[in-house]
């Protein structure tokens, strides 16, 4: 149990932003929306793999949670700074095809877990969900519902991805009637000339007539998406976003630091180096943002996310139940997700598992009649506790030692000896407190919660890896 004063504190969630600390510790890191993260991942786990972990997990467990992820992975236009496994087109017929395929992985997993999960969870992400015309969305999630036990409305999660650019009002209402009751809008950006730089040309018009809709019709949760590094950008130009975006007061905000990779993502060669903000001026603007949205009554919950007072995310992190997974914060318990679709990452039990990247994989798998798994692994038990220290602090800020050590009959000082001499440094520095009862984050250390969460992260530190991580900041 959380410690009356520390309860005080996060209540509070105080941010102290250093900025010569934050230069002083800037590094690049994972962003531990999995632990172990996904270059971690092997061809090693199979199809076989998979279906043992969801036997252990799910068999003869009548209403077991379960998450459901479906990757849409189609766009009409290419967002320059995008990241994301995607396919460009116009044509909806890919679309019907790729439906189509879907349908065969969901015929192939759900006697592994239909009779014995109901789904409390589920998120449609992208890509761009909103390609799907309201035929197939509607064709979609009848699939689902007709092979899956869904929580009532009241208490499932079920969000949408959203680009206003491709929604009208009467597509909004019928995501509600299929049971979306949170959706998250792209904006990134409101100024003008950004939005050329990047090719994602939204007016203020779109997104406010989004979100407008989707309060008329009931949903209970709407978050907006900025991105700030972006091409032109200035502390001038994002306070003006900042600005439009509270007035429009979304329940939940993700302010993303953009990182350019041009040698990993194609689309970011369009980008001109030359335009894009200096390290310096990043986080100035992050400064910036931090001011004027706890100003607003937002609260930081941490790893680019705010969300007002009354918000589920704000009311976990207080009571100390906020989770994280491969889409951000959730107010769910730690469970399972099963992800389908091409890219997408399952958490079975104590594995990972990802299916191929490209269609072509996909369908080809699928025509077996095999899972189209590439790659994914089973945790080893410390690989557990790992992940479970790593999901406190980034969702708490603080680990209970005590409840630790009951949990996994460990002694913490023992068990975790080789990370003591960073984590007094890191003491040192102000980002934590370290007392016989917890490691506590300090204001200081919010916004450097990844350099903390690296200091507990064995494979970051016993094995190289190939994979090329974003900067911390």
């Known amino acids: 149990m959380k410690s009356d004063s520390a309860n005080i504190e996060k209540t509070q969630q105080d941010i102290i932003f250093d900025k010569q600390l934050i230069e002083r510790l800037s590094g690049n890191g994972p962003r531990y929306t999995s632990y172990p993260t996904a270059d971690r991942f092997h061809e090693g786990f199979t199809q076989s793999s998979f279906e043992v972990q969801a036997k252990t997990h ?13 990757h849409i992975p189609f766009c009409n236009t290419i967002c320059y700074y995008c990241a994301c496994n995607k396919i460009i087109t116009k044509d909806k017929s890919k679309a019907d095809q790729y439906l189509d395929y879907l349908d065969k992985e969901i015929d192939l997993v759900a006697p592994h877990f239909a009779k014995h999960a109901k789904v409390e969870q589920l998120h449609f992400g992208g890509g761009t969900p909103t390609f799907l015309s309201d035929a197939q969305l509607t064709r979609l999630i009848q699939k689902l519902k007709s092979t899956f036990q869904f929580a009532d409305d009241t208490t499932g999660e079920f969000s949408i991805e959203i680009d206003p650019r491709k929604v009208s009002e009467e597509t909004v209402a019928l995501l509600r009637q299929l049971g979306f009751n949170r959706m998250s809008i792209g904006v990134q950006d409101f100024d003008a ?46 306070s003006t976003t900042l600005d439009k975006v509270i007035a429009a007061r979304p329940d939940r905000l993700s302010v993303y630091n953009y990182a350019h990779l041009p040698h990993a993502f194609m689309p970011q060669r369009r980008i001109n180096e030359a335009d894009l903000p200096s390290a310096d001026t990043k986080l100035d603007i992050l400064n910036l943002a931090i001011q004027k ?27 100390g139940t906020l989770h994280r997974n491969f889409q951000g914060y959730s107010t769910h318990d730690d ?22 990247k490209t269609t072509e994989e996909y369908y080809a798998a699928l025509d ?52 003591q001499t960073q984590l007094q440094q890191l003491a040192k520095d102000g980002l934590l407190s370290i007392s016989k009862e917890a490691v506590y984050v300090q204001p200081k250390g919010r916004l450097l919660i990844r350099n903390i969460a690296m200091v507990f992260d064995q494979h970051l530190r016993e094995k190289q890896t190939a994979a090329r991580y974003s900067k911390v900041i």
């Open 58 to 70: 799910f068999l003869d467990r009548n209403e077991k949670a379960l998450s459901l992820y479906v």
């Open 193 to 238: 000339d950004v939005q050329v730089a990047v090719n994602r040309i939204q007016s203020e018009e779109e997104t406010l007539s989004t979100l407008a809709a989707a309060r008329k019709y009931g949903f209970q949760s709407v978050s907006m998406d900025l991105i700030y590094g972006l091409p032109l950008q200035t502390v001038e130009r994002f």
């Open 293 to 319: 949205l706890t100003a607003a009554g937002y609260i930081y919950i941490g790893m680019d996310h705010f969300a007002l007072p009354n918000d589920e995310l704000a009311i976990a992190q207080t009571a």
């Open 335 to 356: 469970i399972d997700m099963l992800a389908l679709g091409v890219s997408a990452i399952s958490k079975i039990g104590t594995s990972y598992s990802q299916n191929v």
């Open 368 to 419: 077996k009649g095999t899972l189209p798994l590439y790659r994914g692994m089973d945790l080893t038990e410390e690989d557990v506790l790992r992940r479970d220290l790593i999901q406190r602090l980034m969702c708490d800020f603080e680990v209970d030692i005590q409840l630790l050590e009951k949990k996994y009959g460990i002694s913490y000082l023992d068990f975790f000896s080789a990370e």
